[in-house]
């Protein structure tokens, strides 16, 4: 197991009237390689789950292990080094006032000290280019441009290349194409197979599209109450259809009394 | 006709050295989007140090270095105290601001015989020392060093803070104003980039405190006050003065912004405004600059040409 969470506990205003009880004993492992897509309702802990293994939030009881590491106490800073993350809103994965050459070349140096060197590389800019290209947005003429100035999409699309860009192991996707109109969603997610699949990089991928959760991934985990519902991978994986998730969020609902 | 060259002059040199402190300004409140009121404190005490150590018979050009050195140590200060005990960053600067008000007292109690202005006027300081001694002193009857070599200083900081801002660690300083997520993402502290800011940002108040003492031939806690103002005017005149020009770099609008401000006030002093009228006058400006540059418009473009 690349990452594996151990018997998790976590409570929400421990304490108070307003006490919620989220994760209690949860465990969820995933081997190197791995692409999971994790569905779910609102509130049935999926983001929590990925702020738990990028340390921005933290556990009342249990073990993160990371490479066969225990990694509960290390730092959020400290994890970004191993994990690249995409959130919803394309504005947080980059910096508007920053060229897009700027960005790049920012990440480009993670991992290393940022020290009184020449910021952008000279000899980096083709390395820059072909990275651009893949997204063929046109990108890769507008190296220049502040990223202020791009699209919704584009700038989803450059935060991507940015999360995947250093050697990281573990690649988060927190509801990624969510905040995208419906035709640069399906771009993105093309992009993010591609890149998955052409390094192989781990993902755990967050989204509320069923289409995508059936359709992209080796693994599909369904959550309810800081509990996995569905856990399916492989030819068990490949037969499901979005028609049969929707019965189990039925059924959830009807088991809570809507 | 000489009068008029004179006033021109004196309010060029004095925009000039009062532009250090726009760029401390600039790099705290434009980039670092912190609202700095320490410089209120820590250019005095670039002053008093200053005057302090020229007293004591030392080299006026490394004075420079040394208020530079004690503005960014207290700056860094203010940094910890909202990033490490997250004080939020206006308290965070009164509470620095506070405390060297006694600070500088007391390296004029201690130093300068209890007295409460530092006076050296017969010391050379970095307008009559070497090499500033080569300058020819006058020019068709005009004194002309301390403007040559305000012009020198300011100059060759600007393209040290041109430099500073587009290596790694400067690019990084302003990712941190921008998003401090992704300096985070980047398994950076954004929290120790701030420091290293706010820590450049008041050594640059102190130095222009320095330069200033020098100018003046005297250094007193009461120059510090309405800095704060004096360089945001600065910053945001400048930077809507050259709202759209693309080539024209930041830290230059920024030069310009305080040479325009330095020269609103000196038309009103000549026009016979009373002096004591003047803070006032500097807030109004500061005002009319807000409105005008349309703040958060323009703080955009401010940061795309940075």
Same mark, same amino acid.
């Given at each position: 197991m690349l990452l594996e969470l151990q018997d998790i506990h976590l409570n929400f205003n421990a304490g108070t009237p307003d006490e919620m009880r989220l994760f209690e004993g949860f465990s969820f492992g995933v081997p190197e390689g791995e692409f999971v897509s994790v569905i779910g309702s609102n509130g049935s802990g999926k983001t929590t789950m990925l702020n738990i293994i990028c340390g921005t939030a933290q556990p009342e009881a249990g073990k993160i292990v990371f490479d066969g590491q225990d990694i509960t106490s290390v730092s959020a800073v400290k994890r970004a080094s191993w994990i690249g993350r995409v959130f919803q809103d394309p504005k947080a994965g980059t910096c508007a006032h920053l060229t897009i050459l700027e960005n790049l070349a920012l990440a480009d140096n993670k991992g290393r000290a940022y020290n009184l060197g020449r910021g952008v590389p000279k000899n980096r800019r083709e390395h820059y280019r072909a990275l651009l290209r893949q997204c063929a947005m046109g990108l890769e003429n507008r190296l220049d441009t502040p990223v202020g100035t791009l699209s919704g999409g584009q700038r989803q699309a450059l935060a991507l290349i940015i999360a995947t860009m250093s050697d990281i192991r573990l690649l988060i996707l927190d509801e990624h194409t969510a905040a995208l109109d419906p035709k640069s969603s399906e771009t993105i997610m093309v992009l993010t197979d591609e890149l998955i699949q052409k390094r192989g990089i781990t993902t755990v991928m967050v989204t509320h599209n069923l289409r995508y959760a059936v359709t992209y991934g080796d693994r599909l985990l369904m959550m309810h109450q800081g509990r996995s519902v569905v856990d399916k991978r492989g030819d068990e994986k490949r037969a499901l259809a979005v028609d049969d998730l929707l019965t189990v969020f039925n059924d959830i609902s009807i088991e809570m009394g809507n | 006709m000489g009068v008029v060259i004179n006033v021109l002059k004196v309010t060029l040199e004095e925009g000039l050295m009062y532009a250090l402190l726009a760029f401390g300004v600039y790099l705290t409140y434009s980039i670092l989007d912190f609202p700095d009121l320490s410089v209120d404190g820590t250019m005095p005490?670039?002053?008093?140090?200053?005057? *302090?150590?020229?007293?004591?018979?030392?080299?006026?050009?490394?004075?420079?270095?040394?208020?530079?050195?004690?503005?960014?140590?207290?700056?860094? *200060?203010?940094?910890?105290?909202?990033?490490?005990?997250?004080?939020?960053?206006?308290?965070?600067?009164?509470?620095?601001?506070?405390?060297?008000?006694?600070?500088?007292?007391?390296?004029?109690?201690?130093?300068?015989?209890?007295?409460?202005?530092?006076?050296?006027?017969?010391?050379?300081?970095?307008?009559?020392?070497?090499?500033?001694?080569?300058?020819?002193?006058?020019?068709?009857?005009?004194?002309?060093?301390?403007?040559?070599?305000?012009?020198?200083?300011?100059?060759?900081?600007?393209?040290?803070?041109?430099?500073?801002?587009?290596?790694?660690?400067?690019?990084?300083?302003?990712?941190?104003?921008?998003?401090?997520?992704?300096?985070?993402?980047?398994?950076?502290?954004?929290?120790?980039?701030?420091?290293?800011?706010?820590?450049?940002?008041?050594?640059?108040?102190?130095?222009?405190?320095?330069?200033?003492?020098?100018?003046?031939?005297?250094?007193?806690?009461?120059?510090?006050?309405?800095?704060?103002?004096?360089?945001?005017?600065?910053?945001?005149?400048?930077?809507?003065?050259?709202?759209?020009?693309?080539?024209?770099?930041?830290?230059?609008? *920024?030069?310009?912004?305080?040479?325009?401000?330095?020269?609103?006030?000196?038309?009103?002093?000549?026009?016979?405004?009373?002096?004591?009228?003047?803070?006032?006058?500097?807030?109004?400006?500061?005002?009319?600059?807000?409105?005008?540059?349309?703040?958060?418009?323009?703080?955009?473009?401010?940061?795309?040409?940075?």
């Open positions: - | 005490l670039g002053a008093i140090i200053t005057g *302090v150590l020229i007293l004591h018979g030392v080299n006026p050009w490394l004075c420079l270095l040394a208020a530079f050195l004690m503005g960014a140590g207290f700056g860094s *200060v203010t940094g910890v105290l909202h990033v490490k005990f997250r004080i939020r960053p206006l308290l965070s600067g009164i509470l620095i601001y506070t405390a060297l008000l006694s600070v500088n007292l007391v390296i004029l109690f201690l130093f300068n015989d209890g007295n409460s202005v530092a006076s050296f006027f017969r010391k050379p300081t970095i307008f009559s020392a070497f090499p500033a001694s080569l300058i020819p002193e006058t020019v068709g009857g005009l004194y002309i060093r301390q403007l040559v070599v305000s012009l020198v200083l300011v100059v060759a900081c600007k393209i040290l803070l041109d430099v500073f801002l587009r290596t790694k660690c400067g690019l990084l300083l302003r990712a941190t104003g921008d998003n401090a997520g992704f300096v985070t993402m980047l398994a950076r502290d954004p929290g120790r980039s701030k420091i290293t800011g706010l820590a450049i940002g008041n050594g640059f108040a102190a130095l222009s405190g320095s330069v200033i003492a020098q100018a003046k031939g005297s250094a007193d806690q009461q120059m510090g006050v309405g800095m704060v103002v004096l360089g945001l005017a600065s910053v945001i005149i400048g930077l809507s003065l050259f709202k759209g020009a693309r080539r024209i770099r930041p830290t230059t609008a *920024v030069i310009f912004g305080s040479v325009a401000y330095k020269a609103c006030l000196s038309v009103a002093l000549a026009l016979g405004l009373p002096t004591e009228y003047l803070k006032l006058l500097m807030a109004a400006l500061f005002v009319l600059a807000l409105i005008a540059g349309d703040k958060p418009v323009l703080r955009r473009r401010l940061k795309h040409a940075a």
